[in-house]
């Protein structure tokens, strides 16, 4: 591996208000070390067991994100350091991440999630109607444990780089309409969390503010 020689040419190519997640799911200790003393101080994971064990062990000063799937019964473990949750991905998922909030004493940031991909696999809010149902509930402006900073989403895992850009302006369009109807007061609301290894470039182009990058770097 090239770590370091990897992340140089990454960052050359990222504009400099741009947030790189380093995806290091799988990857060792030392690997994500390396990361570490290049310069890198926000990681990804998508597995609570393999997040919690790395904050552990890993240096105090690191932001960890959350990037996957996660499931109520495991907020529990990661709320007491956990900086940004990207998935969220169900209204039940952020009553609990608020209740975990509030037992840590803490406000815990979060991106709502899209479906925004052709594949039937992945996760995330469907339709603007379900997130508008949510937003505008009464339970919802009760959260105060919780920040919502803006949206997720992960295009299809295609070459075709028409529907990659298609996807990702209907996630931009969606982030514009909750940030109009919801979010017009909130500075805070401002994150586009879009782009990977294979399509990050596509992405920036669509404005995307964070990007989530593991392959590219790891290899
Ligand atoms: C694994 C993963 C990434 C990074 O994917 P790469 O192709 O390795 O860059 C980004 N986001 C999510 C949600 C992931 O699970």
Redesign the pocket.
């Known amino acids: 591996m090239q770590i370091a020689s990897n992340l140089s040419k990454i960052r050359n190519e990222l504009p400099a208000d741009i947030k790189l ?1 380093v ?1 290091s ?1 799988t990857q060792t200790n030392k690997s994500i070390l390396e990361a570490y003393q290049f310069g890198e101080r926000v990681f ?1 994971e ?1 597995r609570i067991q393999e997040l919690v064990s790395k904050q552990e062990s890993l240096p105090k000063d690191i932001e960890w994100h959350m ?2 799937h996660l499931q109520t019964n495991k907020v529990k473990y990661i709320a007491p350091f956990v900086s940004l949750i ?2 969220v991905d169900s209204f039940k998922l952020l009553k609990e991440i608020n209740k975990q909030a509030k037992k840590n004493n803490r406000i815990i940031k979060c991106l709502l999630q899209f479906h925004i991909a052709s594949e039937e696999s992945k996760h995330g809010f469907t339709s603007l109607g379900e997130m508008n149902s949510l937003l505008s509930s009464q339970v919802f402006k009760g959260l105060s444990n919780v920040q919502i900073i803006g949206v997720m989403g ?1 295009a299809t895992n295609t070459n075709d780089e028409k529907q990659i850009r298609s996807e990702f302006k209907a996630l931009k369009a969606h982030f514009e309409e909750l940030k109009q109807s919801y979010f017009s007061e909130q500075k805070t609301f401002k994150e586009l969390s879009m782009g ?3 399509d990050y470039q596509i992405a920036l182009k669509e404005n995307s503010t964070i990007v ?6 790891f290899s």
Do not use: C, E, T
Request: net charge positive; proline share 0%; charged share 10%.
């Open positions: 997640v995806v799911k990804g998508n990037i996957g990207h998935a992960m990977m290894s294979g989530r990058i593991g392959s590219n770097v």
